[in-house]
């Protein structure tokens, strides 16, 4: 019989009990008879940074890999569905104040065709709609309220992401492992021994107890306890083209009635505002740069963004370590959730991120027949999908159409762009085919062409109204507007899908 592996997760919250969850599913933590035996060292003194969070559609093939029904975790963690993100005034140019960025759909295939052709004749200058809002399902499935369960007789699936809260997701998460076989240990950190060899030994305990380990997953947020500071796995930061360092965030009553089956993010004068419905309230959050606004300035701008200038709402301040690890599995040290990275919210990346840096390094152990063979390999992966996130992000800034403060002058202007990133605005205003070119770098994995046409026609990256020229396009918008139209009427409405869950 194969010696199970000890495997020592430090750091719970959502990373670190996800992480738990998925070695326990792959390598049978059950009773200890499989692969692998997980513990996860937890620090009843250190709380969790989540203040309550969107997803990526990526959470449900997680959700549905450990065979838990929305039934069985949305109503606990007060969740909601989620069919996208809608921006708000990053762009001050008419008809584009506004666009919703929609998960993908087994129906995209009969509308992005046409997207694509009207954003290239618009960007050669032919006055053809191209919103993208008038394309995509999701973007009518949020207008009216629905819900991405389709009727059954409805055979196209719909991509869809969750609004929940952090901290409850945290603790049903932790149970599920627990039921799996994984062992919580409460303790403190205090100090990580390094062998000769340079691999980590021990954990110990402020009571000088030692948690030995084969492997070990730094899931201790932002301080990086293991990669980081016993380690020294370098921080490679993105200050350079990712401004933002600081949130500020205050949870309020739902501020529209139904649920809201979408993420709002509204621009403000140096940062943007998230607005996350729960069904127990909606959270609020002020992301902004703190060398443009000061802390106390952005609290009180995101009071009167939410009419709670006079409230005895009490804000929570945050600081943002924005960047990298250089490799995210050092020795024999995995770093996921904060200890790995952060990626600012804007696109809700932060658990897709660790989903797929912890598939991959099952994925990586295993064809190494559980030996770091497959290290290098599974790093530059790991990387590269860091690096294509925040290119798509800084895309957000780099081509805002706002001119109002210094913050979003300064982000329009910024030349700290990647050779990815430059390649692809050169290609869309040099009128080149995106999807070639998006297939040619190989990040469609990250960002599909329909993502990056929708953020840059949704801005209006187009030339000037007066430079069109008028061509003819006879009833193809109409047809589309049926086509989304009647495909939404088989969808319920939210609300009506979150009281089935009860």
Partial sequence: MIEPIRIVVLGGGTAGWMTANLLAHAWGAVKGNGRAQVAVVESPDIGIIGVGEGSTPQLKAFFDRLGMAERDWMPRCNATYKTGIAFHGWSDRAGCESYFHPFPTALDVHSEDAFFTHCAARRGGADLPAHPDRFFLPAWLALHGKGPHPAANFPFDVSYGYHFDAHLVGGMLRDHAVSLGVEHIKARVVQVHVAEDGNVAALITDQGEPIASDVFIDSS???????QQALGVVFKPFADNLFNDSAVVMPTP??????NPYTRATALSAGWCWDIPLTSRTGNGYVYASGYVSPDAAETELRAHLGL????VAARHLQMKVGRVADSWSA????????????????ATALHLVQATVEGFIAAFEQGDFTPR?????????AARYEGVRDYIVCHYRMNQRHDTAYWRDNAANSALSDSLKSILTCWFTGQDMVAEIARQDIGGYYSAISWHCLLAGYGSFPEDDRMRP???GNRMAIIDDFIARCGMNFPTHQSMLAALS
């Fill in 221 to 227: 947020g932002f301080r990086g306890v293991i990669a």
């Fill in 254 to 259: 739902h501020a529209s009635d139904p649920i």
């Fill in 309 to 312: 200038l006079d409230s005895d």
């Fill in 332 to 347: 024999n040290c995995l770093a996921v959730g904060l200890a790995q990275g952060f990626l600012e919210p804007l696109e």
């Fill in 374 to 382: 497959h290290r290098d390999g599974f790093n530059r992966m790991i």
């Fill in 471 to 473: 061509v003819p396009i």
